[in-house]
T-cell receptor, first 116, second 116 residues
Framework: GDSVTQMEGPVTLSEEAFLTINCTYT??????LFWYVQYPGEGLQLLLK?????DKGSNKGFEATYRKETTSFHLEKGSVQVSDSAVYFC???????????????FGRGTQLTVWP | EAQVTQNPRYLITVTGKKLTVTCSQN?????MSWYRQDPGLGLRQIYY???????DKGDVPEGYKVSRKEKRNFPLILESPSPNQTSLYFC???????????????FGPGTRLTVT
């Protein structure tokens, strides 16, 4: 079935370090891909998205490229800040399936902690 | 302000005592859903609704009920809560897809439920 696999956390980095959180997916068809972020005590917020192969989503210094050949959507940031500490979720959904239209399939989440 | 609201935010209850978690959105979205978040499992969909009076099961519907009598509200009902339903619950909403453009899903702030 359709699923998302994220690298296990937690990830601990120093401020200004480079971040990569790996995400791969299994899907029949052509999903849209998302990264959501959950700050402590809050709900999920959309961080970035990509709707087709080779699209690059970007927001707040984070980037992810939709790689169909490797079925991946890795999240990267060149220089993390303490305020980036949060849980990050990779997710996919389909825009062309009746019964599962709009449903998000989430990875298990990766906890990121950034130290000053 | 566009938002999804949930109440209560925190709830401690005992096994077997019926409870309802309310969810309301002010964006006129057709699609609403409930997720539960558990450590190491990410978010799993409980139920979803494509519109008023149209609801369907997600991945983990056992022990839950929902109703959609009005477009803005989508309450989650636990008729006889059990300790394995202790979790963090999120309500979400979004408009139905038009064509192939995916729309952002908006999440509520979460309800932390403890069943003893």
């Amino acid at each position: 079935g359709d699923s998302v696999t994220q690298m296990e956390g937690p990830v601990t980095l120093s401020e200004e370090a480079f971040l990569t959180i790996n995400c791969t997916y299994t899907a029949t068809g052509y999903p849209s891909l998302f990264w959501y972020v959950q700050y402590p005590g809050e709900g999920l917020q959309l961080l970035l998205k990509a709707t087709k192969a080779d699209d690059k989503g970007s927001n707040k210094g984070f980037e992810a490229t939709y790689r169909k050949e490797t079925t991946s959507f890795h999240l990267e940031k060149g220089s993390v800040q303490v305020s980036d500490s949060a849980v990050y979720f990779c997710a996919l959904s389909f825009s062309d399936r009746g019964s599962t239209l709009g449903r998000l399939y989430f990875g298990r989440g990766t906890q990121l902690t950034v130290w000053p | 302000e566009a938002q999804v609201t949930q109440n209560p935010r925190y709830l401690i209850t005992v096994t077997g005592k019926k409870l309802t978690v309310t969810c309301s959105q002010n964006m006129n979205h057709e699609y609403m859903s409930w997720y539960r978040q558990d450590p190491g499992l990410g978010l799993r969909q409980i139920y979803y609704s494509m519109n008023v009076e149209v609801t369907d099961k997600g991945d983990v519907p056992e022990g839950y009920k929902v109703s959609r009598k009005e477009k803005r509200n989508f309450p989650l009902i636990l008729e006889s809560p059990s300790p394995n339903q202790t979790s963090l619950y999120f309500c979400a909403s979004r408009p139905i897809f038009r064509g192939r453009r995916p729309y952002e899903q908006y999440f509520g702030p979460g309800t932390r439920l403890t069943v003893t």
